[in-house]
């Protein structure tokens, strides 16, 4: 063991067009940071607050949300909700003192196995410059 930080990412991606892409990236073969455990929602509109908060109270040092570019959702309006609601989640995240800098929208394309990677490698970064969640440590219920 190295003692080298290495951060959970946990990633809500959309079924249609991040999922895809993430997949396709593996297909691929393209190398990106095992940094990332992957959940699959139907679209990136069902991805609750609640869901987000409890991923990051439980001990994600990140949250990373993808979802098809605005204009491209196969339930056509998905990502513009999912857009509104990432805004009011960083409004919360502000509110209760949290650093909005570890959670993360992003659109990617079916197509974009290249963009997952780049995405996950600059968020891995991110957060290996800002250290562990300190609210892992902070909360106890």
Not at 29 to 36: A, D, E, K, V
Not at 94 to 108: A, F, P, V
Request: hydrophobic share 40%; charged share 20%; glycine share 10%.
């Amino acid at each position: 063991m190295s003692g080298r930080y290495v951060p959970n990412i946990v990633g809500f991606f959309c079924n249609w067009c991040s999922y895809t892409a993430a997949d396709l990236a593996g297909v691929s073969r393209r190398h990106y940071p095992p940094t990332l455990r992957i959940i699959r929602v139907m679209c990136s509109s069902r991805v609750d607050p609640h869901m987000v908060v409890t991923a990051f109270l439980g001990g994600a040092d990140a949250v990373l949300v993808g979802g098809c570019h605005p204009g491209d959702c196969h339930y056509v309006t998905g990502n513009y909700r999912t857009r509104r609601r990432f805004a009011l989640l960083q409004s919360m995240f502000e509110t209760l003192g949290l650093d909005t800098e570890r959670i993360k929208l992003s659109w990617i394309a079916a197509s974009e196995g290249n963009r997952v990677g780049q995405v996950v490698a600059s968020l891995t970064e991110a957060i290996e410059r800002l250290g562990p969640n300190p609210t892992r440590e902070a909360m106890f219920l």
